[in-house]
């Protein structure tokens, strides 16, 4: 079964049990859940760690010095997600002058580069992340 169909079906089901807001959910839980599952231990294909999938220069780059124990901490992984969303949300900013859309802002996270034109499947994951974010699932 697709993992995506699965996930959607366990939201469903916790807004029906009524253990999931109906408003969605905070960007950092969205993020976490649609990057790794809530993962912590998750390692990606491109080496990408974390509950947020972070690259690995991108943690060297805003991460704490030290172990690499520290990329399966829940608290790092997110100063660390925040460190490297608040610089890519203050030079949207900067070129937009406006603040992202949830859409945009997962655009940011996920694909950078691609801000004005999202590829396929990173539009498709913005708007399943959109969806989490802002929609009465």
């Known amino acids: 079964m697709n993992k995506h169909l699965l996930l959607a079906g366990g939201l469903l089901c916790l807004l029906i049990l009524g253990r999931l807001p109906a408003a969605g959910m905070d960007r950092w839980a969205a993020l976490s859940l649609l990057e790794s599952g809530d993962n912590d ?48 949300c203050g030079e949207f900013k900067r070129r937009f002058h406006r603040s992202p859309t949830d859409f945009e802002y997962y655009v940011l996270w996920n694909a950078p580069a691609q801000i004005q034109k999202p590829g396929r499947v990173v539009a498709e994951r913005a708007t399943r992340f959109r969806n989490l974010v802002a929609s009465d699932l």
């Open 41 to 88: 231990a998750a390692v990606g294909r491109a080496g990408e760690v974390s509950r947020f999938q972070i690259k690995p220069g991108l943690w060297e780059q805003y991460g704490p010095p030290g172990p690499a124990a520290a990329r399966t901490n829940p608290r790092a992984a997110l100063r660390v997600a925040r460190a490297i969303m608040d610089s890519r």
